[in-house]
């Protein structure tokens, strides 16, 4: 059916495009130090990606064809009429999940927990400075005519968020580890399309968004390391902001 070969096509370009950045981006070395400039820097090549996904999703608005393609592929959903699932309200989180859990196994990452958290909450809190006003202010109705929130996707950027997140933090010590968090994203993109809550080019440019919102992360964790730990170089607190689709919330983390 059009919908399946639509969807199958997204998620094999998302993990093309994926090792297509894995082979342009320079190799870093394990390191956790803050002064490695190197594995803070934003150069054009790492933003390739989510602009052009972003851009893709966006360009719906100006470019007919692209709407009826989004137009074909509820129509498609409607007729099949697969089994909803609420899965992909925790999927979003499960690369981020994957990270804690392996460096409480021993598996260690890049950085250690204030850092790796730092850095999190930051992805997040762009992802949610991003997505929240563009909801508001494009205003395009849901598939299922719920509200005027569709563009982008909040579901799709938090899991590419997470999911790219664990790229980052991995990518040096085990590439194929690293790589593991995107089929969650890949599902939960796919099962928002599928639950009638989104058009596929609002998860494709929700996908941009997030990839976005973690390299940006990375590129300003040593101003933000400065922030919040000043000269307290033990400090293990950290406020943790995050996104859900209703809105904002804050945690506070303490390592004691």
């Given at each position: 059916m059009i919908s399946r070969i639509i969807l199958i096509f997204f998620l094999l370009t998302t993990s093309k495009l994926?090792?297509?950045?894995?082979?342009?981006?320079?190799t870093e070395q394990p390191d956790s130090i803050?002064?490695?400039?190197?594995?803070?820097?934003?150069?054009?090549?790492?933003?390739?990606?989510?602009?052009?996904?972003i851009s893709a999703g966006a360009i719906s608005f100006a470019i007919p064809p692209m709407k009826e393609l989004?137009?074909?592929?509820?129509?498609?959903?409607?007729?099949?009429?697969?089994?909803?699932?609420?899965?992909?309200?925790?999927?979003q989180y499960f690369p981020a999940v994957m990270v804690y859990g392996l460096n409480l196994a021993g598996i260690k990452g890049?950085?250690?927990f204030k850092d790796r958290t730092i850095i999190y909450a930051t992805s997040q809190l762009i992802s949610a400075a991003i997505v929240t006003p563009a909801k508001n202010l494009i205003a395009e109705e849901r598939p299922d005519g719920s509200n005027r929130k569709s563009f982008p996707s909040g579901h799709a950027a938090t899991a590419f968020s997470t999911a790219h997140f664990m790229y980052r933090e991995y990518r040096d010590n085990n590439l194929l580890l690293s790589l593991?968090?995107?089929?969650?994203a890949a599902f939960t993109g796919v099962y928002r399309v599928l639950?009638?809550?989104?058009?596929?080019?609002?998860?494709?440019?929700?996908?941009?968004?997030?990839?976005?919102?973690?390299?940006?992360?990375?590129?300003?964790?040593?101003?933000?390391?400065?922030?919040i730990s000043g000269k307290k170089k033990n400090n293990k607190s950290v406020v943790v902001p995050y996104y859900q689709s209703k809105g904002l919330g804050m945690s506070y983390l303490l390592v004691f």
């Open positions: 994926t090792i297509a950045q894995d082979n342009v981006m320079t803050v002064n490695d400039s190197n594995n803070y820097k934003l150069g054009y090549r790492k933003l390739i990606l989510p602009v052009s996904l989004d137009l074909s592929a509820k129509i498609e959903v409607a007729h099949d009429r697969p089994g909803k699932t609420t899965l992909d309200n925790y999927t890049k950085h250690g593991s968090g995107y089929p969650f639950n009638n809550k989104h058009w596929m080019t609002d998860v494709v440019a929700g996908a941009g968004v997030g990839i976005l919102s973690t390299e940006l992360a990375y590129w300003l964790y040593p101003k933000m390391n400065t922030l």
